[in-house]
């Protein structure tokens, strides 16, 4: 049977159901949004700078390798310049390592084999340098003159190996940089859905609280004002009706009664009728 405390229990049950479906949504579409940032900033970002340092690195040592070739028959600039191009080599080697130690957090495992064929490529170029510049410390013992046109010319291999490293690293950071972009687009989508559901939720909450004030008072206003008028009618001498029932639990003994006194009401006067 229906009761008032029932009706109040349900429509309270009914708001607290829609503010918990409300703080799924928002938590769904946040949460979203959340690994987004995370893709974006954390990940494309990190990978994005660190692809470019390694490109400038990249370009570092190649501007070192020509300028060794270049005061290769300078003692000095030649030892300095090959310093450099040695520090830069080595910079590039650990640069790779940690890009690859970056596995999962960073880098995707695609990547990270990528930048084994990288290695191996560095490697090729960093041997056929060695060559030449044992090529040259040779050359220079015996007295031999080498131009710098024959060095680069040699170095072609090395040089073609290493453009490997440069054009890969190129690529992915453009790909890292569009993957960002994406993100942010996914980002901006993902607050334009939660704004959207938020006023679609929030215009539906204003609906059920309305539904619910309509609905709610009336529940128990009506059976109460449904006595009133049958106590009225009572008054009044107006027997004959039955007591109807509204189906409200905290009702029921109040209409028992009341039908109780009508019947007792229509006896008594039945039998001062018979007595007249």
Known sequence: MNSIRG?????FLVMMAFVVAQYFLVDHYLERSR???????????AASS???????????????????????????????YAKEWD?????????LATMKGAAGAIFAKADVDE???????????????VKIRDGVARAQANSVALSTRELN???????????????????????????AVASAAAISSNFDKLETTLLYMVGGGVVLVGLLLVTLPGSITNP?????????????GKLEESIASAGISEFVNLEEALERMRITQLAMIERMRRKA
């Open 115 to 129: 930048f084994g064929i990288w290695e191996g490529e560095l490697a090729i170029y960093g041997a056929e340098m």
């Open 50 to 80: 660190m692809l470019s340092e390694l490109t400038i690195t990249g370009q570092a040592i190649r501007r070192y390798e020509k300028e060794y070739f270049i005061y290769h028959d300078d003692a000095q600039g030649a030892a300095k």
């Open 87 to 95: 520090d830069t080599y080595r910079k590039l080697e650990k640069q």
């Open 224 to 236: 109460i004002n449904a006595l009133v008028d049958a106590a009225e009618s009572m008054s009044k």
């Open 153 to 179: 010319k040699e170095i072609g291999l090395g040089k073609d190996r290493f453009a490997v490293l440069l054009k890969g690293a190129t690529a992915m950071e453009q790909r890292k940089a569009k993957e």
């Open 7 to 11: 009706k109040i229990v349900a429509g």
């Open 35 to 45: 690994v987004q940032v995370e893709l974006a900033i954390k990940k494309n970002y």
